[in-house]
């Protein structure tokens, strides 16, 4: 017999009630993993007869379908990038005066430079078309005029050079072709 008495303290509910969860927590984890397992099984065997009843056309549908999907993203692709030069024409043909006579044209895609040599009546004509190609700045930069002189009939000879924006013969797919 020990020599101070103690009292033996009897378990409370809340020991219980901790002792219960735990079991119940236990038990819930073992039961959901069953159960989750048992879904993956479920799935996989779902697949497994649909893979089994495609009919072998959707496959080939499918195939075909893909097989034109990528050579249209291609085509796309190359006319994203293609260069019409047909679209460079009408741009420079509203951009000349009627005055000048256009006596040779090298058109650089490449560079995305222009080289024309031609002739004009007179320096007040040469001017206006000088001014006409720099009103337009987003789509023509650095204009140089050099080689300027006069033919044996007295009219003004010139070369013109300048750089334009490649968007004048690259058009956006969406404005059309």
């Known amino acids: 017999m020990p020599i101070i008495p103690s009292s033996q303290r009897e378990p409370t509910f809340l020991l219980y009630v901790s002792v219960l969860l735990l079991i119940f927590s236990i038990l819930a984890y073992f039961v959901l993993f069953g159960l989750e397992k048992r879904a993956e099984a ?17 496959k080939e549908g499918e195939k075909w379908v893909r097989e034109w999907e990528r050579k249209i993203k291609d085509y796309t692709l190359l006319l994203q990038n293609h260069k019409f ?85 690259i058009p956006k797919l969406n404005e059309g072709l």
């Open 42 to 58: 479920t799935i996989g065997k779902v697949k497994e007869k649909l893979e089994e009843k495609t009919p072998e056309e959707i």
């Open 85 to 169: 030069t047909s679209g460079f024409f009408p741009f420079f043909e509203n951009k000349i005066l009627p005055q000048v006579f256009v006596k040779s044209f090298n058109l650089d895609l490449e560079n995305l430079k222009v080289e024309i040599s031609g002739e004009t009546d007179g320096f007040d004509i040469l001017g206006q078309q000088i001014m006409v190609l720099e009103k337009e700045k987003e789509k023509i930069s650095n204009l140089e005029l050099s080689e300027i002189g006069f033919t044996k009939e007295g009219k003004v000879e010139f070369k013109l050079k300048f750089n334009f924006n490649k968007e004048i013969i």
